[in-house]
C-alpha cells in the first residue's frame, strides 16, 4: 500500500526525524517493521518481508526504456512521471532492463567497457523507484537481438583476438550458453552491475532494497538444443554465480514457461507443441532460482487461430503453470509479460481496445483468484507502460497501455491493485491473530470470456520478433524430422 501522512498527534521530534531521512514508500516502511535489511524473500509460495510476517503480493507493469530515458537529464521528468503514474494506480513492481549490449546507445559497449552516464541513468532509475515504493525487476540480457542482447555478446567473442587464435568457433547466437569466452564477459557484467554504488543514493545495488531481484535473461529459448538441456546448464552456473555477489535478492531465469522434456514436462502444453529450449520445471529447480515466471502472449504464440482457441490454451497454459508450480517447485510464480495487441477495429465487431481490456482482466482475475486463495501465482507485470504525448510515439508497439488516456484499462489495474493489498493487509492480520486466512476472490474487470478473434497488423516491431522467433522454431522442428 502506498505510505500514510503522519498524524497531527505526532510529536514534533518524530517529524523531524521523517523528514531528516529519504522517505522511501512501502519498501523502506516495510523493512522498518521488522528492523531488517528490507529485503523481499521467499516462504513456500510467498513473497514476504520483514520476520515473514508481511506477504508481498505484486501487481506490476514493464519498462524497458527506463535506463535509456533517464541517462539524458532532460529526459529524466518522464520517468518520474511514469513512477508518479504508476504509484498513484497502486502498482509497485517494475521490470525494466539493466543491459544495453553495443548498439548507439550502450551501457556495454564491448566487453567491461561502460559508458557512465548510462549507468547514472539506472542509478536514477533505482533511486526514483525507491522513492515511489515501487520495487524493480533488473533484467540482465536479452534473449533477442534488441539493446544487444546473446547475439552481440558472440559477436564480441568473435572479434576478441584471442578466442581466433585460441581455435573458437562460433556458429550461432547460442553458443553464448556454452562458449566459456562467452559466460565470462556475461559474469563480468552481472559482478559490474551488482556492484554498482548508486551515485544517487550511495547504497550498492546488491545491497538496496527497492530491487526486489535479478532476472538472468529475458525470454530465454535455444534452437541449437531444443529439449533445454544447454538454457538448463547455463542456469545452474549462472544463478549460483550470481549469488555469490549477491545472497540476498531474489534470482529468477526469466523463462517465458515453454515445457522441455524433463521429469514432469510435456511440449504438449506449449504453443503447437514443439519445443523452445527451455525447461519450466527443471530450470526453475536449479540452485539458486527463488522464484518462477511465465509470459501470456496468446495471440501471438497462437497466430492464426480462433479466439476460442485462444482462450482455452490461456486456460490451461496458467492452470497447468499454477498447478506445477505448486506440486513440483514449491516457490512463487510472476507473470512477467502479459498483453494484447491492439489490432485495427474489426467491421462490425468490438474495438480493439475493448478486446485488450477484456484480455486484461481476465489474466489479473486469474492471478487474483489463485493469490487469494493461497496459491503459488501471486503477481503479475503488464507490457508495456507509456506515458501520453508524440514524444513518446516511437516505443509504441500495440502493446502499450497509458494511463491518463487508456481509462478503462487503468480502471481495470487499479481496482486489481487494491484487492491485491488488501490480501497484503489481510494475511498481515491473519498472522498477528496467529493465523492465516483468505477473503473470498472477486472477479476484477467482470470480464469473463475472450474477445472476438483479432485482425491482422502491417507492422510492429515486438510481434515480427516473436513470430520470426516461433517460426525459426517450427523450422528447426520440421528439419529434424
Not at 84 to 112: E, I, K, M, V, Y
Not at 198 to 214: C, E
Not at 216 to 235: D, F, I
Amino acid at each position: 500500500m502506498r505510505p500514510r501522512a503522519p498524524a497531527a498527534a505526532i510529536s514534533l521530534l518524530l517529524i523531524s526525524f521523517l523528514l531528516a531521512v529519504p522517505w522511501h514508500g512501502l519498501i523502506a516502511a516495510e523493512a522498518g517493521q521488522a528492523g531488517d535489511d528490507g529485503m523481499v524473500r521467499v516462504d513456500g509460495t510467498r513473497f514476504v518481508v520483514g520476520d515473514g510476517d508481511r506477504t508481498v503480493y505484486l501487481s506490476g507493469f514493464n519498462a524497458y526504456w527506463l535506463m535509456e530515458m533517464a541517462s539524458d537529464q532532460s529526459q529524466r521528468g518522464k520517468v518520474v512521471a511514469a513512477f508518479r503514474q504508476a504509484s498513484a494506480h497502486g502498482l509497485n513492481l517494475a521490470r525494466t532492463w539493466a543491459f544495453s549490449d553495443g548498439g548507439d546507445r550502450p551501457l556495454q559497449s564491448s566487453p567491461g567497457v561502460y559508458h557512465e552516464y548510462m549507468f547514472q541513468g539506472l542509478d536514477f532509475v533505482v533511486a526514483e523507484a525507491r522513492r515511489h515504493g515501487i520495487y524493480l525487476l533488473l533484467c540482465l540480457t536479452n534473449n533477442f537481438d534488441d539493446f544487444g542482447g546473446k547475439r552481440q555478446y558472440v559477436q564480441w567473442a568473435r572479434e576478441d583476438a584471442a578466442a581466433a587464435a585460441g581455435g573458437h568457433n562460433f556458429t550461432s547466437a547460442d553458443d553464448f550458453f556454452n562458449s566459456t569466452l562467452v559466460k565470462s564477459y556475461y559474469k563480468n557484467h552481472v559482478k559490474t552491475v551488482l556492484t554498482r554504488v548508486n551515485t544517487v543514493t550511495g547504497v550498492a545495488y546488491r545491497d538496496d532494497p527497492a530491487i526486489f531481484g535479478w532476472e538472468l535473461m529475458n525470454e530465454p529459448r535455444c534452437n541449437a538444443e531444443p529439449t533445454g538441456a544447454l538454457v538448463q546448464s547455463w542456469v545452474e552456473e549462472m544463478s549460483p554465480y550470481l549469488k555469490t555477489i549477491d545472497a540476498s535478492h531474489l534470482v529468477t531465469a526469466g523463462l517465458e514457461g515453454f515445457y522441455g522434456d524433463g521429469a514432469h514436462e510435456s511440449k504438449a502444453l506449449n504453443p503447437w507443441s514443439i519445443y523452445y529450449g527451455t525447461n519450466f520445471i527443471a530450470t526453475h529447480r536449479a540452485p539458486g532460482i527463488d522464484f518462477a515466471t511465465i509470459h501470456l502472449y496468446p495471440d501471438v504464440w497462437l497466430w492464426g487461430t480462433t479466439a476460442d482457441e485462444q482462450a482455452a490454451f490461456f486456460r490451461n497454459w496458467t492452470a497447468s503453470h499454477v498447478r506445477d508450480t505448486e506440486q513440483h517447485l514449491g516457490m512463487p510464480l510472476l507473470v512477467t509479460e502479459y498483453g494484447k495487441f491492439i489490432w485495427e477495429d474489426q467491421a462490425g465487431g468490438e474495438n480493439a481496445t475493448t478486446r485488450r481490456d477484456r484480455f486484461l482482466g481476465m489474466v489479473l482475475d486469474a492471478i487474483y483468484e489463485s493469490a487469494s486463495e493461497g496459491g503459488p501465482l501471486v503477481g503479475g507485470a503488464f507490457w508495456q507502460l507509456l506515458l501520453d504525448g508524440d514524444d513518446m510515439d516511437a516505443l509504441k508497439d500495440g502493446y502499450q497501455i497509458v494511463l491518463p488516456e487508456d481509462e478503462r484499462a487503468a480502471s481495470i489495474i487499479s481496482e486489481h491493485s487494491e484487492k491485491m493489498a488488501e490480501l497484503s493487509e489481510h494475511d498481515a492480520a491473519a498472522e498477528a491473530r496467529g493465523q492465516r486466512g483468505r477473503s473470498e476472490p472477486r472477479k476484477i474487470g467482470g470480464f469473463g470470456s475472450w474477445g472476438s478473434r483479432s485482425s491482422a497488423h502491417p507492422y510492429v516491431h515486438r510481434i515480427l520478433v516473436r513470430f520470426d522467433s516461433l517460426f525459426r522454431s517450427v523450422s528447426s522442428l520440421l528439419s529434424a524430422v
